[in-house]
């Protein structure tokens, strides 16, 4: 099956520093990434949905001065979380599929972010 | 009200048990649906499709009620392998199809 790769898989960041979230769609071209966030205990909250070449569009709720997507070509997109606080701290998956061929969304390993 | 509801368990189960899942939807625009398997501190991955006639993939079967907004999961002959989460997922066919998940039904099936 199609794969997605989400790099790092895990990283520790100061309070006030920013991290960069990178998600590739290896064998397909991602028309439509979608970024989530995952508490523990709680389900998968979509943050915003990102098109390649556009903007990103944000969920109700989600700062996007704060949380910034970029979609800049069919493989790649990348979230950079600004001036992290621990309350960042949280599970982020990415998801990828190819809209004009109506794909299935295929999921980032995830990256556990830690804001000490 | 959340717009995908899952009792959150934990289910116990015995192997060789059998155990359902039952899920809740609130948007009756909701278009497609999906069990998916979470493990722990891992990427949900998608388990199967949920039809309306309702469909099964060796032990696992899923059931949709449109009238009802619900929709089941039942596994038979519980391994030790599906010891995981369970995410209810449903989605619109309209926009960029974006996925909405339920909290998950966790299951732990012991020896």
């Known amino acids: 099956g199609a794969v997605v790769s989400q790099h790092p898989s895990r990283v520790i960041c100061k309070s006030g520093t920013s991290v960069k979230i990178e998600c590739r769609s290896l064998d397909f071209q991602a028309t439509t990434m979608f970024w989530y966030r995952q508490f523990p205990k709680q389900s998968l909250m979509l943050m915003a949905t990102?098109?390649?070449?556009?903007?990103?569009?944000?969920e109700q709720g989600v700062e996007k001065d704060k949380f910034l997507i970029n979609h800049a070509s069919l493989t790649l997109s990348t979230l950079t979380v600004t001036s992290a606080h621990p309350e960042d701290s949280s599970f982020y998956i990415c998801?990828?599929?190819?809209?004009?061929?109506?794909?299935?969304?295929?999921f980032g390993q995830g990256t556990r972010l830690t804001v000490v | 009200r959340k717009e995908v509801e899952q009792d959150p368990g934990p289910f116990n189960v015995p192997e060789g048990a059998t155990v359902a899942f039952n899920c809740t939807y609130s948007?009756?625009?909701?278009?497609?649906f999906f069990w998916y398997r979470q493990d722990c501190r891992k990427e949900p991955k998608l388990l199967m499709s949920v039809y309306s006639s309702g469909n099964e993939d060796g032990r696992f079967t899923a059931q949709l009620n449109r009238a009802s907004q619900y929709i089941s999961l039942l596994i038979r002959d519980s391994k030790l392998s599906d010891s995981a989460t369970y995410l209810c997922v449903v989605s619109f066919n309209t926009g960029f199809q974006k996925l909405v998940f339920g909290t998950g039904t966790r299951l732990l099936v012991s020896p």
């Open positions: 948007n009756s625009a909701s278009q497609s």
């Open positions: 998801s990828a599929r190819d809209y004009s061929l109506n794909t299935e969304a295929f």
């Open positions: 990102s098109n390649e070449g556009s903007k990103a569009t944000y």
